[in-house]
């Protein structure tokens, strides 16, 4: 398989854990080049239901190598916490996991500051998933953070952990949160640096190596487009670049050495947390959260939907330079009657095909829509393109010449076996 950039095409949970999962199958080596434990990828397979933050979900096949990029922010305590959840249940981990030298550290204080800042937000507030990772890209671009190479080096971390407590220490007094206990830490971070020690090594140079000898790379994006730091819908976005060009940065891969960017998007929208969601509807929201879907994997939150948006997706697949779509879910429309594309923006008065960068614009956005007959039928046991009803083939087939690229797999439900490869 070519070297493969996968990407979110929305606001995140696009299932994007079962398609990696599925792709890994062709792939040497899985990368995570942006993120933090904010992101929760579920994979079913058989039975096993398999929620993992920052492992990429490469680990859950044999022997392929999985790597956490400089580009991502690593929870050490949690890490620890999610391989030894994997080790449980009979996945290894250790000659698998590789972790960037350089990426930086989560620390308690960045988890207490994303929390205070959200509640003196106020009714302003992201919506964030407290893990911290706002204050710790925040730490990175302003050269104060702690990264894994000082994190396994005890004297070290030690003496930079006493000078970063000693300034946020005031800030979180300042904000009326308790300060934070140096030992504590201290302690508690000595033990997962020494867990991660041996998986801590040049990531960069391991990659640029695998290429040479010919291996297939996947990145697994976290997050989604309009989660994008710089594309998204900012302020309510992550902290990450979690469009294709964060793959490069967020790993050392220079773009030239990636082949092609699959782009990946539910068969409708969903959202969490704040902001903007113009397609959101009430309806398909009671609809799929009376199904018992669409609760975040990371927080339990119910997550706000609405119909497919391909203003959305077109944009997406214009920043991302997407190649070919992944839809899935689409059982997740099958009871629908009349299901609804969001083909246009009515905004001011003007009718918009691009997403625009004010997001209390968008906010005002009203969709146009066109309308789709509903197939009424369970799409679950489908397993090849024929085996979809005519109108959802209908529908899939809009949906990709809307948003611009060929479509390459449908997924029908979260087991392995319900993914249908178009092309
Ligand atoms: P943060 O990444 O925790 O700072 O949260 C910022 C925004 O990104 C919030 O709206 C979160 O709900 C959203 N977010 C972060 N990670 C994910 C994810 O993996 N899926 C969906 N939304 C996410």
Redesign the pocket.
Known sequence: MANTILV?AQ???EGKGKIIDVLTEQADVVVRSQ??N????TVLIGAQKYILHLIPSGILRGKKQCVIGNGVVVDPVGLVREIEGLEALGVPVDGKLFISDAAHVVLPYHRLL?EQREVRKGRNK?????????PTYADKASRTGIRMLDLIDPERFAEVLRLRLRENNAVLKAFGAKPLSFAKVEAEYRAAGERLRPLVTNTVVMLNRAIRRRKSLLFEG???TF?DLDHGTYP?????NTTAGGACTGSGVPPHRMDRVVGVMKAYT??????PFPTENQEISDLLHGMGREF????G?A?RCGWFDTVLTRHAAMVNGIDQLAVTNLDGLDTVERIRVCVAYRCGGKKLDYVPTDGRLLETCEPVYREFPGWRASTADARSWKDLPARARQYLEAVSSLVGAPLMIVSVGPARDQTIFVK
Do not use: M, P
Not at 126 to 134: E, L, P, S
Not at 236 to 240: A, G
Not at 296 to 299: D, E, H, L, V
């Open positions: 979110g606001w995140g949970d993120g933090g904010n992101a929760g990828h994303d992201i919506g964030t998933t407290k893990r911290g990772i706002g976290a997050q989604g989660l309510f976005v992550t902290s990450s969903t959202r969490v947390g704040e902001g975040g994997a990371t927080t939150r997550r």
